[in-house]
């Protein structure tokens, strides 16, 4: 029994099988990293913005902000929002404290992402098995 390369092969069934499993472990990352942006753990709390400024990030600029908790602690929050102002902020898993994403638009945005990797670790598994039935048509006709 001879089993070739190419399309079909045990190559190709590899490959998609290490493509599905990234595809899965990519959506499940980025539903933990949206999720914390819209419903983060920590319970809310209140920061007062001490100031704020605008950061360059490549193509991309935004306001990085510090402010004080009730208790003293300085903290620094992406925000944009002007001195003085009191926000409700939350403690990412990471240890940074952000202002959570309200509405609709940012829970849609935080599921669309992992949505669109679950869809494409399907297609990838669509493909490993057509790819794994081309293999075992290939074994039983060179074994004639």
Same mark, same amino acid.
């Given at each position: 029994?001879?089993? &070739?390369?190419? #399309?079909?092969? %045990?190559?190709?069934?590899?490959?998609? #099988?290490? $493509?599905?499993?990234? !595809?899965?472990?990519?959506?499940?990352?980025? $539903?933990?990293?949206? $999720?914390?942006?819209?419903?983060?753990?920590?319970?809310?709390?209140?920061?007062?913005?001490?100031? !704020?400024? @605008?950061?360059? #990030?490549?193509?991309?600029?935004?306001?990085?902000?510090?402010?004080?908790?009730?208790?003293?602690?300085?903290?620094?929050?992406?925000?944009?929002?002007?001195?003085?102002?009191?926000?409700?902020? =939350?403690? @990412?898993?990471?240890?940074?404290?952000?202002?959570?994403?309200?509405?609709?638009?940012?829970?849609?945005?935080?599921?669309?992402?992992?949505?669109?990797? $679950?869809? #494409? =670790?399907?297609?990838?598994?669509?493909?490993?098995? &057509?790819?794994?039935? &081309?293999? &075992?048509? %290939?074994? @039983?006709?060179?074994?004639?």
């Amino acid at each position: 029994m001879t089993v &070739r390369g190419g #399309a079909g092969g %045990r190559g190709t069934v590899g490959w998609w #099988a290490v $493509l599905a499993a990234l !595809c899965v472990c990519a959506a499940g990352v980025a $539903l933990v990293l949206g $999720l914390s942006l819209v419903a983060p753990q920590g319970a809310l709390e209140q920061v007062t913005v001490s100031a !704020c400024e @605008t950061r360059h #990030a490549g193509r991309d600029d935004y306001v990085q902000c510090d402010g004080l908790l009730a208790d003293g602690t300085h903290v620094s929050l992406r925000h944009d929002g002007h001195p003085g102002e009191h926000v409700d902020a =939350a403690k @990412t898993p990471w240890g940074s404290y952000i202002v959570p994403g309200r509405g609709f638009v940012p829970w849609a945005a935080a599921l669309a992402a992992p949505a669109g990797l $679950l869809l #494409a =670790a399907v297609a990838c598994v669509i493909a490993l098995r &057509r790819a794994g039935r &081309r293999t &075992r048509y %290939r074994a @039983t006709v060179n074994l004639r």
